[in-house]
């Protein structure tokens, strides 16, 4: 089978990608190369680096690394020793250097080597010269984004406008509330592409799809994102009390959800968003990690009416993604199924997304 496939750029003529995309491990290794370390990447929160010398640890698909605030610099590492491969960094914390857990060899928070002993009688050993392998690494108000290949554009390049759309819901000040994961049998991709549509709303989300208004719900694609909009249907009088939200009662009715290539989304309400991340742990397996934001962070979530309510129904609509994403991976694997169709006017986020993928893979 050839690692390339071919790929239409005009949705009204295009094949979707072939399944042998979502089934064969070859690719995911093809893409953690070539996609996910050549993109931001989301690793963590802005809040846990704050201060000179905190530090979290994570983990880029077979890559670990370690960000951490230097002064005024954030600064991200592969958390790899020089020496014999061993951890500088592991978990969380705060400290002024790096030491390995394994001999001890001690960085500076600048990467830099500073001690390595024992090493006097080893030839043309320079601790001076060594320092840590850097990852690219930046900050848009509580998020964290790493990009280990170095080569991506500036992240503030890649958001394009999304900073300035979203000024006025106050992403900024916003901080963490509670985080949630879920580990489900579909590739990555194909979690993925279901985000990218609101094709599905009326079959697989009866309950949202009351609260929507599906006529005017539209995805516009940038280079690197896409935006979806999904307005609140209008409430008309007597089904008032069947509804979640009530459109009338906030100053900005439209949410703005976006999707960042390849793997994350962000759902931003007013003072509230939600960051989705997917991680692909296997050809047909991925982890989906929700975090919570809030310009005003209740003392205990799990306490709060407003919050259990907010964080039940998010489960509710996740749990149906999850039913017809494991569903679709299952078929996906039939020996009659290999591509199929585009809706064009419902599905040109998927188009976009699979383009993009087309364009990194190939
Ligand atoms: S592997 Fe780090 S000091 Fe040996
Ligand atoms: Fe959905």
Redesign the pocket.
């Known amino acids: 089978m050839p690692l390339v496939f071919p790929f239409d750029p005009n949705i009204a003529r295009a094949a979707t990608i072939p399944a042998r995309l979502y089934n064969d491990p070859v690719y995911l290794e093809l893409e953690n190369e070539r996609v996910f370390a050549g993109t931001w990447q989301l690793v963590g929160r802005a809040g846990d680096v704050a201060e000179h010398g905190q530090y979290f640890t994570t983990q880029v698909g077979d890559n670990a690394i370690v960000i951490l605030r230097d002064r005024d610099t954030l600064r991200g590492f592969y958390n790899v ?6 951890p ?1 960094a592991t978990g969380c914390g705060k400290r002024n250097t790096l030491q ?6 001690t960085y500076g928070l600048d990467g830099g080597l500073l001690r ?1 002993p024992e090493m006097e009688g080893t030839e043309q050993f320079r601790p001076s010269e060594m320092r840590l392998v850097p990852v690219q690494v930046a900050a848009w108000g509580p998020l964290v984004f790493a990009n280990l290949d170095g080569k991506a554009p500036p992240l503030l390049e890649v958001l394009e406008d999304m900073p300035a759309r979203v000024a006025a819901f106050g992403c900024d000040t916003m901080r963490y509330v509670t985080r949630k994961t879920w580990d489900i049998a579909c590739n990555w991709k194909v979690y993925v592409d279901n985000y990218l549509e609101g094709y599905h709303l009326p079959v697989v989300h009866p309950g949202l799809h009351k609260e929507l208004d599906y006529d005017n719900y539209r995805v516009e694609p940038h280079r690197y994102l896409s935006y979806q909009h999904a307005p609140l249907r209008p409430v008309h009088g007597g089904n008032a009390s069947m509804r979640r939200y009530d459109p009338s009662k906030t100053d900005v009715p439209e949410a703005l959800y976006v999707w960042l290539f390849p793997n994350m989304m962000l759902n931003i309400y007013m003072g509230q968003m939600q960051t989705n991340l997917v991680v692909p742990v296997g050809h047909d397996r991925c982890t989906v990690i929700f975090e919570w934001y809030s310009s005003e962070p209740p003392t205990d979530a799990a306490a709060e009416s407003e919050w259990t309510k907010l964080l039940a129904f998010s489960d509710e609509i996740q749990e149906e993604d999850i039913g017809i994403c494991e569903a679709v991976q299952r078929n996906l694997r039939s020996r009659i199924y290999d591509r199929g169709r585009y809706s064009a006017t419902r599905e040109n986020g998927v188009h976009h997304f699979h383009s993009l993928l087309h364009e990194f893979l190939t």
Do not use: F, S, T
């Open positions: 020793c020089l020496h014999r491969a061993g500088v390995c857990r394994y001999h001890g060899w390595a």
